[in-house]
């Protein structure tokens, strides 16, 4: 076996003597006499102060804070009467305007209802107009039935030349002429009257009427006339003109026909435009009324009025 060296023991049981102590409590007092000691009494002077700033602070920061809040209290406070000054404008406004809506509504009310009774006596008058055009319309038939029945034996002579120093001879003279060239033996008492139609000085032929004592003879002197212009066409002969009213000079065709009211001698000029243009065949009048024919074989129309005609192209 090896040889271990082995380290004394210790010493458990140490123990300190008074004279001991003493010499240790001598030994850290001397210590402590170089020991530099802090001054207790200004660090004391310092907590005070800074006990003494806090509460400033908190004051001024208070102050402040107060001072901030009343600013924007204040500003806060100013916008508000701003808005509410604002809101009271418009409130205003909105009152004055509704004021106006409903002054506008009353007078649109009130506008409306005299558009209304406008509407209705137009109305009215409306109703009165048709009835007054329907009777003005019905009189002026009967104007036209009591003329046309006082032409019920009259003829018109259309385009004879006038005559210089012309007298109501010299007419009944021209119409003894035409009769005898048309073949009718007729005397004297059998023509009522000849008269000229009034014209314009400068022109120089007008129509002639001959008012005959009878229809027959009215119609017959009629049916004369048609039958020599169909003879004339045949034989290529000249038709009826001045020379066979005993007139001199220039020869002037002339034309005889009813004598037609002025209503049915425009509806007569209208109804021979119609013939012309819907290509019908016949056009003609009959004891002053108008008529039309399309065709050979096809009844004859009664032309009454313009709107008839009218009418009779829309079909």
Same mark, same amino acid.
């Given at each position: 076996?090896?040889?271990?060296?082995?380290?004394?023991?210790?010493?458990?049981?140490?123990?300190?003597?008074?004279?001991?102590?003493?010499?240790?409590?001598?030994?850290?007092?001397?210590?402590?006499?170089?020991?530099?000691?802090?001054?207790?009494?200004?660090?004391?002077?310092?907590?005070?102060?800074?006990?003494?700033?806090?509460?400033?602070?908190?004051?001024?920061?208070?102050?402040?804070?107060?001072?901030?809040?009343?600013?924007?209290?204040?500003?806060?406070?100013?916008?508000?009467?701003?808005?509410?000054?604002?809101?009271?404008?418009?409130?205003? +406004?909105?009152?004055?305007?509704?004021?106006?809506?409903?002054?506008?509504?009353?007078?649109?009310?009130?506008?409306?209802?005299?558009?209304?009774?406008?509407?209705?006596?137009?109305?009215?008058?409306?109703?009165?107009?048709?009835?007054?055009?329907?009777?003005?319309?019905?009189?002026?038939?009967?104007?036209?039935?009591? #003329?046309?029945?006082?032409?019920?034996?009259?003829?018109?002579?259309?385009?004879?030349?006038?005559?210089?120093?012309?007298?109501?001879?010299?007419?009944?003279?021209?119409?003894?002429?035409?009769?005898?060239?048309?073949?009718?033996?007729?005397?004297?008492?059998?023509?009522?009257?000849?008269?000229?139609?009034?014209?314009?000085?400068? +022109?120089?032929?007008?129509?002639?009427?001959?008012?005959?004592?009878?229809?027959?003879?009215?119609?017959?002197?009629?049916?004369?006339?048609?039958?020599?212009?169909?003879?004339?066409?045949?034989?290529?002969? #000249?038709?009826?003109?001045?020379?066979?009213?005993?007139?001199?000079?220039?020869?002037? #065709?002339?034309?005889?026909?009813?004598?037609?009211?002025?209503?049915?001698?425009?509806?007569?000029?209208?109804?021979?435009?119609?013939?012309?243009?819907?290509?019908?065949?016949?056009?003609?009048?009959?004891?002053?009324?108008?008529?039309?024919?399309?065709? +050979?074989?096809?009844?004859?129309?009664?032309?009454?009025?313009?709107?008839?005609?009218?009418?009779?192209?829309?079909?």
């Amino acid at each position: 076996m090896p040889n271990v060296t082995r380290s004394p023991p210790l010493n458990k049981s140490l123990s300190l003597s008074e004279s001991d102590v003493n010499r240790i409590t001598a030994t850290i007092e001397g210590d402590s006499e170089h020991v530099t000691q802090r001054d207790s009494k200004r660090r004391r002077v310092a907590e005070d102060d800074s006990v003494t700033e806090c509460p400033d602070l908190r004051v001024i920061i208070r102050e402040e804070l107060k001072i901030m809040m009343n600013t924007m209290q204040t500003q806060q406070n100013s916008r508000l009467d701003l808005i509410e000054k604002r809101i009271n404008e418009i409130k205003s +406004q909105n009152d004055t305007i509704h004021k106006k809506n409903l002054d506008i509504e009353h007078s649109i009310e009130f506008a409306t209802a005299k558009l209304d009774e406008l509407q209705l006596t137009i109305t009215h008058l409306e109703a009165e107009r048709k009835e007054m055009t329907l009777q003005i319309t019905n009189i002026g038939d009967k104007c036209d039935n009591l #003329e046309r029945l006082s032409r019920k034996t009259s003829i018109q002579i259309r385009q004879v030349p006038k005559q210089k120093g012309e007298t109501k001879t010299m007419l009944f003279e021209m119409v003894r002429k035409l009769s005898a060239t048309l073949g009718i033996n007729m005397v004297n008492s059998e023509l009522r009257d000849v008269y000229r139609v009034p014209t314009k000085p400068d +022109q120089s032929n007008s129509a002639i009427v001959a008012e005959f004592s009878s229809t027959l003879l009215k119609e017959s002197f009629l049916t004369a006339t048609r039958n020599h212009r169909l003879s004339s066409i045949k034989s290529k002969t #000249e038709q009826l003109n001045s020379s066979h009213l005993g007139l001199g000079g220039p020869k002037a #065709e002339v034309y005889i026909s009813e004598h037609l009211t002025p209503q049915a001698s425009r509806l007569f000029y209208l109804a021979r435009e119609f013939r012309k243009e819907m290509e019908y065949a016949y056009c003609w009048t009959a004891n002053g009324l108008v008529y039309l024919r399309k065709k +050979q074989g096809d009844p004859f129309i009664l032309v009454r009025s313009e709107a008839q005609l009218q009418l009779l192209k829309n079909k």
